[in-house]
């Protein structure tokens, strides 16, 4: 009786004809190492890529910044507010740059106003006229180089410095009197962790 599972076909078993199975061709045996190649080797030079062009992004946006200097305007309120940086109404030549690092971040702020202006600016940095020492310029060159001021001589200069207990910020003021009646001030306030 036939079975009606069974094909006539020979089988391996039953016999029949060896079938040999198609070898594996030899060019496939380089797949497998190249993939675990791939695996390792486009993810770490990734990282290297990103890497390099992290550190060049951040030493170009530094030279960005600094080619760029002060930008005219007033710092937002809350740089001011970090910063404890008032800025008297109507003052004029308003300027502003900040710089971040996880060492120190400052605001540099430039503008020129009246002598009452600059009476309520240092009141409300905690000074007062009295406390600005003549001929003192308290913001040392290397940081007048970072926005391009000069300090030199020729010019009537006064100066204070405000230190306070962290987080809040140091206050270095210079300013220059060359005209009395419009005095020109240059703060830089730094905060530090």
Do not use: C
Request: negative net charge; without cysteine; aromatic residues 10%.
């Amino acid at each position: 009786m036939d079975h009606p599972d069974r094909t006539d076909a020979p089988g391996p078993d039953d016999g029949g004809e060896d079938r040999k199975r198609p070898a594996a061709p030899r060019r496939l045996r380089w797949v497998k190492p190249l993939v675990v190649f791939l695996l390792v080797a486009v993810p770490a030079g990734y990282l290297y890529i990103s890497a390099m062009q992290s550190r060049g992004g951040s030493e170009s946006k530094k030279e960005q910044a600094k080619a760029v200097g002060l930008e005219e305007g007033w710092p937002s309120r809350l740089q001011r507010r970090i910063y404890e940086v008032w800025i008297p109404p109507y003052s004029a030549d308003v300027a502003t740059y900040e710089t971040n690092s996880w060492k120190a971040s400052s605001l540099y702020v430039q503008f020129t106003t009246t002598r009452d202006g600059l009476e309520n600016f240092l009141a409300k940095s905690g000074r007062n006229l009295g406390d600005l020492e003549e001929g003192e310029v308290t913001i040392d060159s290397e940081e007048a180089a970072e926005v391009g001021w000069d300090f030199g001589d020729g010019h009537h200069w006064s100066g204070t410095v405000l230190e306070q207990d962290k987080p809040k910020p140091s206050l270095e003021i210079t300013v220059n009197l060359d005209n009395p009646q419009y005095p020109k001030v240059y703060l830089v306030s730094t905060t530090t962790p």
